[in-house]
């Protein structure tokens, strides 16, 4: 039996339950209205979708594939916009292009879109010009400005409707043909001074200038598959009261003959995840995203119990379907040598073997502040983060099958370093996150190459 049809869960079930980071709302009638408009409202994403996403995420698992996750930390309603959006669809196709070439894999996509708009943070309240005032917590919940940082319920319906209005854009240019590979890339390599470097990234280019080229020749290029591809859409699943109004119990597609069998699936994005702060066995996150079918990430960090990973999966994971769940490790590059080797023996010397995608996040152990409190990360920590990952999965026998990444897709400068060589003089240039930094186009393909060379050595 299932657990989401087992008798103690259901979609409420996690009310019973401690709840971290979900914020009590003063008015509840206004939260009830807002819930209940959600309620009525269509799934904004299809089961169907949901499984391929989740059959393409066991391939992964299996080492046939590899995944790139990538968006902003905290993406903003405002950024439910054309250039926005199409600007992110695009880096993240370059970017996979690049590991197509470097891991000789197929890539599966997931943007950090169309509902990263709940962000946990580490205290309620912060200093802003001198004045105590509660944290910017996600469009979701409250505004960063300082007077909308009340909660306000409504948000919960305008995140639906940005969600929405950002994945309508995102499935009419791709069927439109914005991955077009007929079309010339910019690859901008302007930046790199590096002449060793700049050989390699170009060694790429043309690569994969002369593979479009060729198929275009031969005619090749005529199948549809050239003319689109599958970015799917994700989110941390933090604000309970928000999944719980999306989740449907609906057919699954899987099943035959169809209608046989009902899943509960959270129709608001194809992937969600639980963050390092709310990933207790015995809470609430826990508790609700065991009776979900859709597939789901685990952040993994340096206060992860090793003998919580086990626990996690058993929880999760009850049948140990491949793909369906995603360990997204991120333990900072002074710490990942020491702690990896361990989460990965616990979880491949178990029955879970080889059914997990092991992701490296290289981000979020590496955030650190500066002067006047900017936070920032640095490309060198970043890529060293992955570049132990890479080493250690390789030296267990394990495979490393993606990356979770924050990044955008324009000229911000907000991570120290790569070879525009930004330092701490230059974050200000153009910083403009409203939570944690981001790599910036040229940064994000860099680091792509970077993993790309591992793979081809
Ligand atoms: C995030 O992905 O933005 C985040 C908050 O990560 P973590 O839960 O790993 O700290
Ligand atoms: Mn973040």
């Known amino acids: 039996m299932s657990k989401s049809t087992s008798p103690q869960w259901s979609p409420d079930s996690w009310r019973s339950k401690p709840v971290k980071q979900c914020p009590e709302y003063p008015d509840q009638a206004a939260l009830q209205k807002s819930l209940s408009e959600l309620k009525k409202l269509p799934p904004i994403v299809h089961p169907r979708e949901i499984v391929k996403l989740k059959e393409l995420l066991r391939d992964v698992a299996q080492g046939k594939a590899f995944l790139l996750q990538g968006g902003d930390c905290a993406e903003l309603f405002d950024y439910c916009q054309q250039g926005v959006i199409e600007s992110k669809i695009k880096l993240l196709l370059q970017m996979s292009l690049v590991l197509i070439w470097?891991?000789?894999?197929?890539?599966?996509?997931?943007?950090?879109?169309?509902?990263?708009?709940?962000?946990?943070?580490?205290?309620?309240?912060?200093?802003?010009?001198?004045?105590?005032?509660?944290?910017?917590?996600?469009?979701i919940l409250n505004g960063f400005h300082l007077d909308e940082r009340e909660l306000d319920p409504a948000r919960l319906v305008k995140?639906?409707?940005?969600?929405?209005?950002?994945?309508?854009?995102?499935?009419?240019?791709?069927?439109?043909?914005?991955?077009?590979?007929?079309?010339?890339?910019?690859?901008?390599?302007?930046?790199?001074?590096?002449?060793?470097?700049?050989?390699?990234?170009?060694?790429?280019?043309?690569?994969?200038?002369?593979?479009?080229?060729?198929?275009?020749?031969?005619?090749?290029?005529?199948?549809?598959?050239?003319?689109t591809v599958d970015l799917f859409t994700s989110h941390e699943g933090l604000l309970l009261e928000y999944e719980q109004s999306l989740t449907r119990l609906l057919d699954d597609p899987t099943s035959y003959p169809?209608?046989?069998?009902?899943?509960?699936?959270?129709?608001?994005?194809?992937?969600?995840?639980?963050?390092?702060?709310?990933?207790?066995?015995?809470?609430?996150?826990?508790?609700?995203?065991?009776?979900?079918?859709?597939?789901?990430?685990?952040?993994?960090?340096?206060?992860?119990?090793?003998?919580?990973?086990l626990e996690l999966l058993r929880t999760l994971n009850p049948e140990r379907e491949p793909g369906k769940i995603t360990l997204i490790t991120r333990y900072g590059a002074g710490k990942v040598a020491d702690l990896l080797p361990a989460h990965i023996r616990a979880v491949e010397d178990s029955e879970y073997k080889q059914t997990v995608v092991w992701q490296c996040d290289p981000m979020h152990g590496n955030t650190q502040s500066v002067s006047g409190g900017i936070k920032t990360r640095r490309f060198s920590d970043i890529f060293s983060e992955l570049q132990q990952t890479l080493r250690i999965h390789k030296e267990q026998g394990s495979y490393l099958g993606g990356v979770h990444l924050e990044l955008t897709g324009d000229a911000v400068t907000e991570c120290m370093g790569g070879s525009e060589g930004l330092d701490e003089d230059d974050l200000s240039t153009n910083y403009t996150s409203f939570c944690d930094p981001r790599l910036n186009e040229k940064q994000a393909l860099e680091l792509t190459f970077l993993i790309a060379d591992h793979y081809r050595q």
């Open 102 to 139: 470097g891991a000789d894999k197929r890539v599966v996509r997931i943007g950090r879109m169309a509902g990263q708009y709940a962000k946990p943070r580490s205290s309620p309240m912060e200093t802003v010009q001198g004045k105590q005032v509660p944290s910017f917590r996600g469009d």
């Open 159 to 227: 995140a639906y409707h940005h969600s929405s209005a950002t994945l309508n854009y995102i499935r009419a240019a791709l069927s439109s043909g914005i991955a077009d590979l007929h079309r010339p890339l910019d690859w901008g390599l302007g930046h790199v001074r590096d002449p060793e470097l700049k050989a390699k990234y170009q060694e790429a280019v043309n690569f994969l200038t002369d593979m479009l080229r060729f198929m275009h020749t031969i005619g090749a290029d005529k199948n549809e598959k050239l003319d």
């Open 258 to 309: 169809h209608g046989g069998k009902k899943e509960y699936y959270d129709t608001s994005a194809h992937f969600l995840w639980i963050g390092d702060r709310t990933r207790q066995i015995d809470h609430g996150h826990v508790e609700f995203f065991r009776g979900i079918a859709n597939p789901l990430g685990v952040k993994v960090g340096p206060t992860t119990p090793t003998s919580d990973l």
